[in-house]
Structure formats: C-alpha cells, structure tokens
C-alpha cells in the first residue's frame, strides 16, 4: 500500500521533470506545437515502459496511446488530451504562459490544470508504482489533441478502436476541489454547441452620416442576440428546454450535497454582477446556457472612427444538459432568428458534444466515495452529478460500456481557458495520492 | 472669365503635381504624418504667393492658415482639415490607400474625397487664376488636423484667431453630387456626439461552463445597448429628441427637391437590407441617428475559444440636428442605460460638434444657384438644408458671423471613411471650373 507523504515528496521532487510538457504551447486553435508535443508523450510514455501507439488513422491532430501492464486483470482507461486554449489575453499573464512558474505554491503556466497537470500526476503516480513493486491494474491513455477545438474527430478514433480501448472503467481528463474546497468526485460533462452568428449589411462599411437609411450590422447583431433572451436570462429559443429531462431524485439529493461558497467564487473571480441565477449548484450540473465568447464589428481601434459596420460577429456557445442533441439546439437557434426577422444573421455551426451523467450507484461511484473519505476525510468530498464542462465523454460511453468518473488536481481559482492558470502545489500531492489508492482499491475489490 | 475646357484640363494635367498631398498618411487617429502633411501645406501654399502661418497656440495638431489677395476687397474664406480617416480594414482595398491610383476615370486614395481633394483641386484653381489675371478676390484658408477625432481644438482657434479669420463669406470642406448626380449646394451640417459604452463583469475571462452562474460583459452590453432603441429603430432614450425644432417651410421646400436614387444608393454600397427610413431625404437633413461604429469582447481570433468575456466595449456616434446638444445627449443616453437597469454600463464621452443651418434665403446661397444653374445646368443641382455629416462649423457662424455654404467634387460612390475611397476625375474638373465662376461671379456682384 501507497506511503501517502513518500508520494506526496516523490510527487514534488518530480515535478520538474514532467514540466517539459507545459512548456511546449500546443495550442489546437493556432495549429502548434502539436507535433513537438507527441513525440514528447512518446517518448516519456515509453521511458514509463508502456507500448505506445501515434494514431492517424482518422484525420486530425494526431491521437496518442499507451497501454502499460499491472498486477491485476482489472484495466483503467485514461482519457486525456494535450492541447491547450490560445494563452491570450497576453497582457493578463503575470508570468510566461509556458514558462511553468512556481509562486507561492502554485504552479502557473497555460494548460497546468487543463489538463496536462492533470497527466502530469498520472505520469508520476506510475513511476512511482514502477519503482514500488509495479503497477497495481492495468491502464490504458488515450490523449487527443483537439479537445480545445471540441474533439471533432476522437469519435471516430473510439469507434475504430474500440477493441483496444477495450476497459472496465474509465477516468476522465480531470477535476479536482470545488469553491468550498470539497474533493468532487464527477459523473458526468454537459455537452457543447459551438457556433458563430455572422450578418453583413453593405458591400462596405460607410461613413455614419448615412446611418439615417443604411441598416448596421452591429446594430442587426445586437438586435438579433438580444431577442435569444429575456431581461432575466431565459433562453427565448422555441423547443430550448423540450428535450431536458426531469432530475432523478438520486441526482437532486447529490446537487443538495453540493456546498456552494458564493463568496469565495464571487472573490476568486473578481465578479462584479450578481449571479445569474438563484440556485448556483443546481445551474453548474443542470442549466443550459448560451453564452456569447466574443464580440467583433466595424472599427476597434483606438480613437474614433465614425463607421456604419458592414460586417458583425458573434462567437456562442451553449453548455448542454443530458438528452439535448447539439445540431438540433444550433438549429432551433437559427430557426428562431428567422421566425424574430433575423433570417440575415446567419449561424455557422463549428462542434458540439453530447452531455452524458454516470448512474450514481455505480460500484466504482462508490469506491471513488470511500477512497476519497479515506483520503480527504468524511465531509470533504461531494459526488457531482455531472460538470459544468464538456468533452467527447458520450462516446466513450456508448461504444465502451464503461462507467466514467472525472477525478483531479483543480482547485476553484485554477483558471482554466483564463491567464494566470494555475494548481496548488498540496492539491497536486493530494490528487497523485488519492489515484493511487484508488487504483489500489480498485485492485483489491 | 474663366475659359471653362482650358481650366479642366489645366486641372487635369495638374492632377499629378498636387498628389504629394495624397501620399502622406497624415491620420490623426494614430498620430502618423501630421508634421509632414503640414509642411507640405506651408510649402504649396508659399508656392503659390501665400501668406501662411502655422498656429499651435490653442494645443492639438498645429493648423495651417494661408492669405492670398485678390482683385477686390470681398474675402472668402475656406475651412478644410488635412488629416484622414484609418485606412483600416486594409484588406478592403484594391489598391494602396497612399499610393493615389488612376482606375478608369477614378482617382482612389485615402482621403481623396474627404477631404485631401477639395483642398487640391481649390489649389490648382489658386495656381489657375495666378497664371490668367490674379484672383478675384481675397482667400483664406484655415487647414485642421484633427477633424477626424471631432475637431477637438479648432473651436479654439477660431475664437483666439477671430480678427485673422474675418472674412465675408465661409466655404466649407466639401461638397458634391448626391445619388441622383444634382450638384449640390449645402447650407449646413449634423452634429455629432462621440463616446464609448464599456462593461466589465469580472476581473478575467472565465471558462463558459461558468455561464450557468456567472453573468457575461459581452450580454450586459447587448442588452443594454438593444434597450436603446426599439424595433423599428427608433432611439429609446428619455428627451432624445425633445430639442429638435420644426422644420422651417424653406426648409421642408428644399428636402422636396432632393432627388434620392434609393437604387442607386443601394447598388453603390452593395447594401443588403431595407432603408430604416421610408423617406431617406428627409432623414438625412433632419433625422437624429444612434450608430455602432464597433463592437469588441471576448474572443474574437480564429477557431474557438469557450470563455465568458470580462469586458465588452461599444464605440458609438449620434449624428445630431441643430438645436440638439451633443454633451446632453450623451448623459441623456447614460440617465437612460442607469434607468434600464445598466448602470454598470459606462459612457465614455469623446467629441460633439453642434449642428447648423445657413439661412436658405442668405445673398451667397442664392448667388450659388445661379452659378449652378451656369455650371451644371438648371435641373442638374440642388440646395440641401444640410448635409448628414459633422463638423465645427457652428463655432465659425458664432465668432464669424458668415454664411456657409458646402460645395465641392464628391459623388455618391466617394465612400469617405471607407475602404477605396474615390473620385470621378470630370466631377474633380467640373467642381474647379464651378469654383472658378463663384469667385467670379462673387467679385462681380
């Protein structure tokens, strides 16, 4: 069995070694790095003494795998990715976004929580096995490279290589300690529309003296978003909610678990609204929303320029609840717009995912709860029905069979997709140790 | 009496030597070219006998003031600016915006129509009259460089400089033919309010899953800016439209007789969408107008990338009738934002300039269309109360007490502040020759 502060030291001292990783800016949307990144995997992978395999198989970033044997028949799969968000706002970071910087205990660098910390404490947690009379179970990783993008293509990786792929449970890219610093032990993603709304007025931008009869897209963009919702927040997009199922009452009773530190959010972010809802808890593992990411039209520049734009867009997403079908959503959106007179203001569908929940009284649920009262202490974890996030969860789901749990080293001031991403060092210690009795756990049931 | 086919193409063949003045990226938005583009102006001027003075006295960029005698006691005083629109979107253009470029009987060049080409074409008729008997009368010129950010120090100016400025009569900056290619003569302007609407919500971009709880800067400013104006485009701000006075039976006369080509108008801006007028004509003299100029937030670099914004900024302008004051508008717009329930909505105010109108019945209007009437023929010209763009002209009327009037080379397809702004090289000729005949027929009168 683990000697938890051996681990947590072994933990510290090889930290360093594995940072090579968040040096390397693997950023999908700006195509690099990719490459660098998965001869590193390869390489660190192998030296770990797994078999490793490059897939390319079915298009795209190119797919990682790695399969190292353990002392059981029982096998984990790991699912990662590699690729991070685009580190701008430049300006925001107080330190290099890949140069990984050590402050005051945390770790800062682009993609430290999000999420190759995340695999950094996995690398870790097996040399540490290897070096202590092996590997308990066997594992298997499957790393991405376009998670960041909305993982067009790991679908069709899964279904080519189910066989492989081929586990009795599955751990998901990451989590961690929620604002009330709990240990979550996550069940579930939402899903994710990804989609852009375009319109264009004029051949030209004009001089603004002839806004008097010449229409603005800026203004056709304002207008149009601002029919999508009422003054309280609700979506107005006929057949939104249709498909969203009641909750199960298992669900209900995990959401009341669920301790909500509105304060220590409201300072962590410097949030400077009230929340938009009253039933914060409630709304992470079962709102659906729709979210502007990004605005852009006409003149941005410093000074003045007085234009009437030709050209307005609108970056969106939606974070989806379980039973919601993305393409559809993206459709009722572009279906509304026509019917508020808005058939100018055109969607352009970049990816979705499906949301998906574990059933909450699954075996390896509870062997999660009971490692994890072990480990952070009875009232120090939660189990979540489901994360606020996304990923291409759902497939794994329906080609494998296998039941997914999301597990980490987050804290609620990590930052992900934000400057200044960064881990607590403690919470990184803990979450390795907390892996690794699991697995133990796992291998003794 | 000017010989009218021997001043075209004395206009023509000059073309070349004045375009120096094109070439100069005198943007005063960017701070670039200004002590150049002066230096210029000081040189062509002497050049061709004038009197000139450069003011810095009252701050901002210098102003240029040139004095030439003519054959009469009568004074003409000209108003141009020597700085130009951003050329911005750069790749809009078909060719260099500061490399003046003939294409099929255009002359397309960053400022060429507003307002570097006026200013060269009353330059070449400078060098024509000098050349054929001397000026008529006496010219000043006052030469800005700041009209593009809202003529922030000429009030100044023209207040410190009153007694140089006397003059009996005030051409303004430009003019030309509308839609419906009648020679205009134009007896006022817009105002103009300039400000900033900014929000922020958080002290960094979150990650999207974050919507379900966190407000959004990017929604704030969409709904707060769509609670500005209603359906139809009408301005919903408590007393926007309180000071705008009846309109004056000549001048409700003179809107009759525009010609507005809504074809035309429409084929020329490659516009998509319905006017939001039913009576453009009327809207451009006397409609008060709420523009976007820009939007910025977020996210706005390819691909994806799934954050709730932190700040969200709008850049806007109300185009204004006389009587409206343009500070007032501005806080009646911030009284309304704080009323909707925004008053997290910050109003940044930038510049304003009053509107005006030259009496319709004033001595050197009628004497204009006569020389219309001469020039472009009886039912080629008409007499616009004012036109729908701004500039300081109220503080000439105030201080200098002459009528204004607006004439100049432009045509419908100019696109000032847009990209490949251009002339019509007959409209350039027939503008100098219509020029040449007003100072004429001004002595002589």
Redesign the interface.
């Known amino acids: 069995m683990i000697e938890k502060q051996k681990l947590k030291a072994f933990a510290e001292r090889e930290l360093d070694s594995f940072s090579d990783y968040l040096r390397i800016p693997s950023i999908?949307?700006?195509n690099s790095g990719i490459n660098e990144t998965v001869a590193w995997l390869q390489e660190t992978f192998s030296a770990l003494g797994a078999a490793v395999e490059v897939w390319h198989d079915q298009g795209g970033n190119p797919v990682v795998f790695a399969e190292l044997k353990g002392n059981s028949s029982k096998t984990v799969l790991f699912y990662n990715h590699y690729d991070v968000?685009?580190p701008?706002?430049l300006d925001?970071w107080k330190t290099p976004p890949f140069e990984p910087t050590l402050v005051a205990g945390k770790l800062v660098a682009r993609g430290v929580c999000d999420d190759k910390g995340e695999l950094m404490s996995r690398l870790t947690l097996i040399k540490y096995f290897k070096e202590n009379g092996g590997l308990p179970v066997n594992l298997k990783f499957i790393i991405e490279g376009e998670e960041?993008?909305?993982s067009p293509h790991v679908d069709a990786y899964v279904h080519a290589h189910a066989s492989q792929l081929a586990a009795d449970v599955c751990i998901w890219e990451g989590g961690g300690r929620n604002e009330s610093e709990q240990f979550q032990i996550t069940c579930g993603l939402?899903g994710?529309a990804?989609f852009d709304l375009e319109v264009?007025?004029?051949?030209?931008?004009?001089?603004?003296?002839?806004?008097?009869?010449?229409?603005?897209a800026?203004?056709?963009?304002?207008?149009a978003?601002?029919s999508l919702?009422d003054?309280q927040?609700r979506i107005k997009v006929a057949g939104f909610y249709d498909d969203v199922m009641p909750l199960t009452e298992d669900t209900k009773k995990a959401i009341k678990d669920i301790k909500f530190d509105a304060k220590r959010?409201t300072q962590e972010?410097?949030?400077?609204?009230?929340?938009?809802?009253d039933d914060?808890a409630k709304?992470?593992v079962n709102?659906a929303?729709l979210?502007?990411?990004?605005?852009?039209?006409?003149?941005?520049?410093?000074?003045?320029?007085?234009?009437?734009?030709r050209r307005?867009?609108?970056?969106l997403?939606c974070?989806l609840v379980p039973n919601q079908e993305p393409a559809k959503i993206a459709e009722l959106i572009q279906q509304q717009l026509i019917k508020n007179?808005f058939a100018?203001v055109k969607l352009h569908y970049?990816?979705g995912e499906s949301a998906f929940r574990t059933d909450l009284n699954d075996p390896f649920v509870k062997l999660n709860v009971a490692v994890a009262k072990e480990v952070y202490g009875a009232s120090n974890y939660v189990v979540v029905p489901n994360?606020?996030?996304?990923g291409p969860a759902k497939q794994f789901v329906d080609e494998l069979a296998v039941p997914i749990v999301m597990i980490g080293i987050h804290y609620a001031g990590s930052?992900?997709?934000?400057?200044?991403e960064n881990i607590r060092l403690s919470d990184y210690q803990d979450a390795t140790v907390y892996l690794g009795r699991l697995l133990e756990a796992y291998q003794a049931e």
Request: no cysteine; aromatic share 6%; net charge negative.
């Open positions: 999908s949307a700006q968000q685009p701008e706002p925001e960041e993008l909305g939402k994710i990804s264009v007025t004029a051949a030209s931008d004009l001089h603004s003296s002839l806004a008097s009869y010449a229409d603005n800026a203004w056709r963009l304002v207008q978003l601002s919702k003054q927040g959010v972010f410097g949030l400077l609204r009230p929340f938009v809802t914060p709304a992470l709102s929303t979210t502007i990411n990004g605005l852009s039209s006409g003149y941005e520049g410093d000074g003045t320029k007085t234009v009437v734009p307005a867009v609108a970056k997403d974070r007179g100018d970049n990816t994360m606020p996030g996304g930052g992900p997709h934000a400057p200044n």
